[in-house]
């Protein structure tokens, strides 16, 4: 009883930081919501702004702009948390970035259209294409800045926990050991047991597989060179061009392993792998 107790409450503590995070960040976004809404709807109307002497608070376009951008907003989160969970958690890059914003201004066109259509048909009796394009795209344009608003802190603190301060469980028969990506050479497997080799050039076995940890580790610090080796990109020594197209591989710390002192890549995979290290 007397050891479990002291890790509930690390549990519950824990807990509460994780939710105390979660509402400050949705607080926050909410408070970008309600800056945005009131800047954009008292400079689209002259009547709106704050200095003249007809001045009236814009309860329409306010009320009517906190709903739109709800519903990008719950747009932009679902989307979030997909990229999150499939792409950012691994690695943040201008790709994915793009990728991130490009189908989340899609999926809002795919929600504007037949939204603008009925909206434009209750209040005027007809659509016009001419009007319905002009919204959207004011609407698109108010996405970016707003989703970039909102985001743009996770991105980047998803993009620090991507870099160098990670860190693997290793699971060895009865032991566990924590290492940081920085402290990992490369992974390799010999008569189907994986291994972790760190700088000091010591190894640690796994429980992992090759397969296990690609999906697991961060892939703009690893790359998987062969079926049988995956290394560290601070690791690399030296590349030099070898026959037919190949590439050998030379890595900073010495090995008495054949298979790691000197690792060739294949023509097949040499771009790929240029381009990962560059």
């Not at 998987?224 to 590439?247: M, S, T, W, Y």
């Not at 890549?265 to 240029?274: C, D, L």
Request: hydrophobic letters at 40%; aromatic letters at 12%; proline letters at 2%.
């Amino acid at each position: 009883m007397s050891t479990s107790q002291p890790t509930k409450n690390a549990l519950k503590t824990v807990s509460l930081k994780f939710n105390h995070s979660s509402l400050w960040s949705w607080f926050q976004k909410l408070i970008i919501l309600i800056i945005f809404s009131l800047v954009v709807n008292h400079l689209s109307n002259p009547e709106s702004f704050p200095d003249g002497k007809s001045y009236r608070f814009p309860v329409e376009g306010f009320l009517s702009t906190i709903a739109l951008c709800i519903l990008i907003g719950i747009i932009a989160e679902l989307n979030f948390k997909h990229y999150k969970k499939k792409y950012f958690s691994k690695k943040v890059e201008n790709t994915s970035i793009s990728r991130y914003m490009v189908s989340t201004l899609g999926y809002i066109t795919i929600m504007y259209i037949p939204l603008g259509i009925v909206l434009n048909k209750i209040a005027s009796g007809e659509a016009e294409f001419y009007y319905l394009l002009i919204g959207l795209l004011i609407t698109l344009l108010l996405s970016i800045i707003l989703i970039g608003l909102a985001y743009s802190l996770d991105i980047y603190n998803l993009y620090k926990l991507s870099i160098k301060d990670n860190e693997i469980t290793i699971e060895s028969g009865g032991k566990i050991t924590k290492l940081t990506y920085e402290n990992i050479v490369c992974f390799y497997s010999e008569n189907k047991i994986v291994y972790t080799v760190q700088n000091n050039g010591t190894s640690i076995t796994t429980d992992f597989t090759l397969n296990e940890l690609e999906e697991k580790i961060n892939d703009q610090l690893f790359f998987r060179v062969n079926r049988k080796i995956i290394i560290h990109k601070d690791a690399v020594d030296q590349i030099e061009k070898v026959e037919n197209g190949k590439l050998r591989i030379t890595l900073k710390t010495s090995f008495e392993n054949d298979a790691i002192s000197e690792i060739n890549i294949s023509r097949y995979k040499r771009k790929e792998f240029m381009n990962w290290f560059q």
